[in-house]
């Protein structure tokens, strides 16, 4: 019996602690879900500017917060690939509206700028999909982990993430609301030049 214990007991893991992976769906799911909450807190703004913009941060965010509770409670190779394709599609995408710009919308082929909250859901997302590929590595992964270190670890990460999180979505500036205040920043320099030309033609015609 001892032997078959011993065979059939995890690599490189002892009594007391806990394997690498655990650490790993842990933080991969941590990282998710954060970026699911500010692209929950942002669904509604985009919805206004294009109501595909709002389905696909709908979809993003269920689809980021729902892989986050699937790792953590039944991680597998074929869960870190679904992770990788969720969190990696959504990334690509996010490039390609910050470089060439979304083909469709309100405007199509218009790059927009990048901002603290889609830069803090990307960076989120980038970990995760390099937390998922680590998943993949069953070498790495058996590695042995203290317990105490895995929770300790988890719930430091979980607190950063919250912040970042956090302060992303207080960051946060709707796009309409950020035209609007451009066009506000625009109109006293438009209205003073006009000052001027009035003021040169009233001279012209004093001559």
């Not at 430091?156 to 205040?181: C, D, K, N, Q, R």
């Not at 438009?190 to 012209?204: F, I, K, M, S």
């Amino acid at each position: 019996m001892a032997d078959v214990s011993a065979t059939t007991a995890p690599q490189f893991v002892q009594d007391g602690q806990s394997r690498l992976s655990d650490l790993l769906r842990n933080a991969t799911g941590v990282l998710s879900a954060g970026a699911g909450a500010i692209h929950f807190a942002v669904i509604q703004s985009h919805f206004e500017e294009y109501w595909a913009f709002g389905v696909f941060f709908a979809a993003a965010a269920w689809l980021q917060i729902l892989w986050a509770m699937w790792v953590v409670a039944r991680p597998g190779r074929g869960v870190a690939l679904v992770g990788i394709a969720i969190n990696g599609g959504i990334t690509a995408t996010w490039v390609i509206s910050r470089t060439v710009g979304i083909p469709f919308g309100p405007e199509p082929g218009v790059a927009e700028a990048a901002e603290f909250a889609d830069v803090a859901a990307t960076s989120l997302q980038v970990l995760a999909v390099l937390g998922a590929l680590a998943l993949l590595s069953r070498g790495t992964t058996r590695r042995a982990v203290a317990r105490g270190a895995v929770l300790s670890l988890t719930l430091l990460l979980g607190a950063s993430v919250a912040v970042l999180t956090t302060a992303a979505i207080i960051s946060f500036t709707p796009h309409a609301e950020s035209e609007a205040s451009h066009e506000e920043e625009e109109a006293p320099a438009t209205d003073e030049h006009e000052e001027e030309e009035e003021a040169a033609l009233v001279a012209v015609q004093g001559h």
